[in-house]
């Protein structure tokens, strides 16, 4: 085998392999090994690596992984919970994260899609207004009560999705 053969062969398997690493999928339950209800300590252990928690104001109480709130994932807390989890554009990086639901929807996707995917299991939820915009919100909620998905949009596209528990689910925005 020549060279270039071998070079291309190892680059499509490391990339690939990144890729399949670096897939998530967002649920009503959680995001990968990190479900709603564990504690920090909890997701800690399930992650393998140190969540830094960050109290932004009065009753806004996330954790970041890494203290890198610039990967775009944020695990909302009550008390020692995690009751919901936000994704949101990266910042300070030119990497999104590479989450998606079930049905293929992340962030970027348009709102055809998220109907396309949901279809009438979906519904509409009041918009709510996140860092001085209005945000228009379409709802899936779990297979059990108490859980959901919300998708986040900006015209015709994603711009963030939360999962978890509700009430929190609900009222994530209260916190921008």
Request: aromatic share 6%.
């Amino acid at each position: 085998m020549n060279f270039t053969v071998r070079v291309a062969i190892y680059a499509v398997c490391f990339c690939t392999a990144g890729a399949a690493q670096d897939q998530r999928i967002l649920t009503p339950h959680g995001l990968g090994p990190v479900s709603t209800g564990m504690t920090l300590a909890e997701a800690q252990t399930a992650l393998g690596t140190k969540l830094e928690h960050l109290n932004l104001m009065e009753g806004c109480n996330y954790a970041v992984q890494n203290g890198d709130p610039g990967v775009g994932i944020f695990y909302d807390i009550e008390g020692d919970r995690i009751v919901a989890i936000e994704i949101e554009p990266a910042r300070n990086t030119s990497r999104e994260p590479s989450i998606s639901t079930a049905a293929g929807i992340r962030l970027g996707s348009p709102v055809a899609d998220v109907r396309k995917g949901y279809g009438a299991l979906l519904r509409t939820q009041k918009p709510s207004i996140r860092r001085s915009w209005i945000v228009n919100e379409l709802v899936v909620d779990g297979p059990e009560p108490g859980r959901g998905i919300v998708f986040e949009m900006d015209g015709e596209k994603v711009v963030g999705m939360r999962a978890g528990l509700y009430p929190k689910l609900r009222s994530a925005s209260d916190c921008d």
